[in-house]
């Protein structure tokens, strides 16, 4: 029978499992676009920046880290900041509290949503599942994985925009672009870090595929692709267009990479995660300016 504090150690390993510094990197993109799209603050609002905010980050984290364990055991980064080293005494209990948690979050999103919200939620937590769960294990088929992993941060947005029943324009359609081209360009990067650990583990990705220095080059592609796509969008759109080439420069240093020497992204990698940061409150000070305009 486990103890009280064997339960609490428990309790804090799935919730660190959920990654609590990403939490914001899906609530936000939820949040902003619905209000943006003409939503209020209003119970939808506060319950679906409260499900992109943990149970969705657990579902996306949790999973991973449950079927990502061999390959997490053989990763110097991993059992910090950058992801736990889950237990697999707690594995069955963090996919568990993943699906309850996540259960009557969705069934009440599904009720206050059209059809079209339903299906754009159902998009987003297939895609979830679909990244780390066995047999599907987009994660492991170079160029999906990629793709897959954009759509879990860019499809909250799309979510927003469609509960709130917002309008879908032209401006809309390259923002969103411009935001799955620099998410594609992200996992892209960090997959360069892992590809000794990963290969170790039998894991597959378009890192361990391409190899580090193509990857980071294509990562650079992407991120410059996302600037060009935020050009059209006009003043205050032109400073979030400046935001990706502050990636490319964090990317350029190893552009060179070779495999062997994959870790060295790592410091490329947690600069990364500063650099959200900073492009995030630069993305809030334009979106007030914008709905001020």
């Not at 954009?150 to 927003?160: C, D």
């Not at 935020?230 to 267009?241: E, F, I, K, S, T």
């Amino acid at each position: 029978m486990s103890t009280p504090q064997g339960w609490r150690t428990g309790a804090a390993q799935v919730l660190w499992s959920s990654r609590p510094v990403s939490w914001i990197n899906t609530a936000f993109p939820f949040g902003a676009a619905y209000l943006l799209a003409g939503g209020g603050i209003d119970v939808a609002w506060l319950v679906g920046v409260l499900y992109f905010l943990i149970p969705y980050n657990l579902l996306m984290y949790g999973i991973n880290d449950v079927f990502d364990y061999e390959s997490d055991l053989r990763n110097p980064r991993k059992g910090g900041i950058e992801g736990a080293v889950l237990s697999n005494r707690w594995h069955r209990t963090t996919l568990w509290a993943a699906v309850g948690s996540n259960v009557p979050f969705l069934i009440f999103l599904a009720l206050v949503g059209d059809l079209a919200a339903a299906a754009v939620l159902t998009v987003s937590v297939f895609a979830v599942v679909a990244y780390s769960a066995p047999r599907l294990r987009f994660k492991e088929r170079p160029g999906l994985d990629s793709l897959t992993s954009a759509t879990h941060f860019v499809s909250p947005a799309v979510y927003g925009i469609a509960l709130a029943d917002g309008a879908v324009t032209s401006s809309v359609v390259l923002a969103l672009a411009a935001f799955f081209a620099w998410g594609a360009a992200s996992q892209a990067f960090g997959a360069v870090q892992d590809i000794t650990a990963d290969r170790a583990g039998g894991l597959g990705s378009i890192a361990t595929v391409f190899g580090a220095r193509r990857t980071v080059r294509l990562a650079l592609v992407g991120y410059l692709l996302a600037s060009v796509l935020l050009l059209p969008l006009g003043w205050p759109g032109w400073v979030c267009a400046a935001l990706p080439l502050l990636y490319v420069a964090n990317v350029w240093p190893y552009r060179n990479l070779t495999d062997t020497e994959c870790e060295r992204a790592n410091a490329g990698w947690r600069r990364f995660l500063w650099l959200n940061m900073v492009a995030g409150f630069v993305v809030t000070q334009v979106m007030i300016l914008a709905a001020l305009a």
